[in-house]
């Protein structure tokens, strides 16, 4: 009850207050893209996944994205300064302004460097980092299982208890195959690369009271309610510092002007 006021008075606030600004991290496989997705449609966010840009870039034939193509394939970062450009053009947007949710970035402590700039740069409310958690045996067997749509994009739907395995996507209908990155060798370089690369983010954000853990190796109904806890757990304490009315607007459940 509590927090659907606390929710409620954050869309109200939207705009004009306070930013639901998150970053979902955790290594390939976590199921972050996805609960990512469902957290920016409940609360009409912008969900922002830097792997997404990058593949449709490549679908769309871009000349830069041959390059980004190759390194995706090897399962390798591409340059932070690219990466930093790209994610910079879209929180700069209007329709970013209420808040977003960053999937698959920041990946590097650099990244993780220009995105404080920016949020600083919007001046609109606190970042709330989530990280989701999975051990590396789960996230092998997930991500050698793992089908997304040729058309759309989207992840499959995981097979319903008794039923056969969705052969189609749920969303558009398009047909399902392996993402090119997905097959065993570059799955297990893929994380070789989180740990190296992305997982002193951990460090970089740990001591901050934004930052939140979530068990990512439970159904994906209980991660979602788990996520939801601690994001609007999070924001409340990270507004507390940023702007202490935007949380009495919280608790009382209205709007306020920033
Ligand atoms: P993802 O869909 O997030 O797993 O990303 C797929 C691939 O895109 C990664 O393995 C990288 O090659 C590239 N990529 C996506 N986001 C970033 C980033 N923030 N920094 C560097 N490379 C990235």
């Known amino acids: 009850m509590r927090r659907e006021t606390e929710r409620r008075a954050w869309r109200g606030a939207l705009g004009d207050c306070v930013a639901l600004n998150v970053i979902m991290m955790g290594p390939p496989g976590a199921g972050k893209g996805t609960q990512a997705g469902r957290f920016a449609r409940e609360r009409g966010l912008l969900k922002i996944s830097t792997g997404d840009i990058l593949r449709e870039s490549i679908k769309a034939g871009l ?9 995706m394939d090897r399962g390798e970062l591409l340059d932070d300064a690219t990466m930093i450009a790209i994610v910079r053009e879209r929180l700069m947007r209007p329709d970013a302004q209420p808040g ?14 220009a995105l404080d700039c920016i949020v600083a740069e919007r001046n609109n409310g606190p970042l709330v980092i989530v990280d989701v958690r999975v051990s590396d045996e789960e996230l092998v067997r997930r991500l050698g299982g793992r089908l997304i749509c040729a058309k759309c994009g989207a992840n499959a739907e995981p097979a319903k208890a008794g039923e056969a395995a969705p052969t189609r996507c749920g969303k558009c209908g398009g047909e399902l195959e392996q993402r090119a990155d997905d097959n065993e060798q570059v799955v297990l370089e893929r994380l070789k690369v989180y740990e190296r690369a992305t997982k002193p983010l951990v460090e970089f954000y740990r001591d901050r ?14 991660v979602a309610h788990e996520l939801d806890t601690v994001i609007d757990d999070a924001v409340l304490v990270g507004a507390k510092q940023d702007t202490p009315a935007a949380v009495k607007a919280v608790k009382s459940g209205k709007a306020v002007q920033a």
């Open 63 to 71: 000349p830069v994205a041959l390059r980004a193509k190759e390194m």
């Open 100 to 113: 977003f949710v960053l999937d698959g970035f920041p990946r590097t402590v650099a990244q993780a460097e």
């Open 209 to 222: 009271p934004t930052f939140r853990i979530v068990n990512g190796a439970q159904p994906q109904e209980r």
